[in-house]
């Protein structure tokens, strides 16, 4: 395996971050996850924009996207495989032991992992612990996922591949990392980023190709769903069959079909959609 680390190309024994970097020791970074086939990166500028935002967000400076798309495209060249995950990770960078952050300027990383096909249906459950809709790091894409992995293990102790959270005033808000949509009276909804989400590239895609809306949600609106789907940039859109102890017969239901149709279809035409 070959890694893009600090503006250069290294293997695996070399490619070597400090332990005291700052998004090590208390979580100072932003990243992407970006769908690689065969050797291209789907949506990169849209996830680059991203990490803009997110960097700016946290306080850091603006990465320099030259950079990382030749990084990108260094490790796209070295490792081929038909199907990947490619990891953007922008840290504070080497800094004291504590929160303030150093001099020395934040460490870029760009890894490559092979993965497969998501399958097209899933389990959700809904967990209980909360989004800070208003918190410092509501919306950002940043490294501190403490939260993600606690509420993931009890999604996967109950069968599940993901766990759904409501925000501080109760409403429907997203997944450990992917975004959640709805269909309600035939009409399909996804929250909107106040309620805290995250916002996914493959949900800005979802709503501008499929005519989805965006709705403030209460979380029991899970339970009356005739469908739901959750997006991502590794899943795509697929279909939850069982939320919590609820079974939804027949998923992928039509909404979400189509949903499904055409994003494959429209993701096909583009791979760089803006």
């Given at each position: 395996?070959?890694?893009?680390?600090?503006?250069?190309?290294?293997?695996?024994?070399?490619?070597?971050?400090?332990?005291?970097?700052?998004?090590?020791?208390?979580?100072?970074?932003?990243?992407?996850?970006?769908?690689?086939?065969?050797?291209?990166?789907?949506?990169?500028?849209?996830?680059?924009?991203?990490?803009?935002?997110?960097?700016?967000?946290l306080?850091?400076?603006?990465?320099?996207?030259?950079?990382?798309?030749?990084?990108?495209?260094?490790?796209?060249d070295?490792?081929?495989?038909?199907?990947?995950?490619?990891r953007?990770?922008?840290?504070?960078?080497?800094?004291?032991l504590g929160s303030?952050?150093?001099?020395a300027g934040?460490?870029?990383v760009?890894?490559?992992s092979?993965?497969?096909?998501?399958p097209?249906?899933?389990?959700?459950?809904?967990?209980?612990?909360?989004?800070?809709?208003?918190?410092?790091?509501?919306?950002?894409?940043?490294?501190?996922?403490?939260?993600?992995?606690?509420?993931?293990?009890r999604?996967?102790?109950?069968?599940?591949?993901?766990?759904?959270?409501g925000?501080?005033?109760?409403?429907?808000?997203?997944?450990?990392?992917?975004?959640?949509?709805v269909?309600?009276?035939?009409?399909?909804?996804?929250?909107?980023?106040?309620?805290?989400c995250?916002?996914?590239?493959?949900?800005?895609?979802?709503?501008?190709?499929a005519?989805?809306?965006?709705?403030?949600?209460?979380?029991?609106?899970?339970?009356?769903?005739e469908?739901i789907?959750?997006?991502s940039?590794?899943?795509?859109?697929?279909?939850?069959?069982?939320?919590?102890?609820?079974?939804?017969?027949?998923a992928?239901?039509?909404?979400?079909?189509?949903?499904?149709?055409?994003?494959a279809?429209?993701a096909?035409?583009?791979?760089?959609?803006?």
């Amino acid at each position: 395996m070959r890694i893009w680390l600090d503006g250069a190309l290294r293997d695996t024994e070399s490619a070597r971050v400090s332990v005291f970097d700052h998004g090590l020791t208390v979580g100072d970074g932003v990243f992407e996850t970006v769908k690689a086939v065969h050797g291209r990166a789907f949506a990169l500028t849209r996830h680059l924009e991203r990490l803009t935002t997110s960097a700016r967000g946290l306080g850091l400076p603006a990465p320099d996207l030259d950079e990382v798309r030749r990084g990108c495209a260094a490790v796209l060249d070295a490792v081929p495989m038909a199907l990947g995950r490619l990891r953007i990770t922008y840290t504070g960078g080497v800094s004291p032991l504590g929160s303030d952050r150093g001099e020395a300027g934040p460490t870029l990383v760009v890894a490559l992992s092979e993965t497969s096909r998501r399958p097209d249906t899933t389990a959700a459950v809904t967990v209980p612990w909360t989004r800070n809709e208003r918190g410092a790091l509501a919306g950002l894409k940043s490294t501190s996922y403490g939260e993600n992995v606690v509420a993931l293990a009890r999604a996967r102790e109950r069968g599940a591949s993901e766990a759904l959270f409501g925000n501080s005033v109760g409403a429907l808000c997203e997944g450990t990392g992917s975004n959640v949509f709805v269909v309600l009276d035939g009409e399909l909804h996804t929250p909107p980023l106040h309620s805290g989400c995250l916002a996914g590239i493959t949900r800005a895609l979802t709503l501008a190709w499929a005519g989805a809306k965006e709705t403030d949600l209460p979380l029991d609106a899970l339970e009356r769903a005739e469908e739901i789907f959750l997006t991502s940039s590794l899943r795509d859109i697929q279909a939850v069959t069982r939320i919590d102890g609820r079974q939804l017969a027949d998923a992928p239901g039509p909404v979400t079909a189509e949903a499904m149709r055409i994003f494959a279809e429209r993701a096909a035409a583009d791979f760089d959609p803006r």
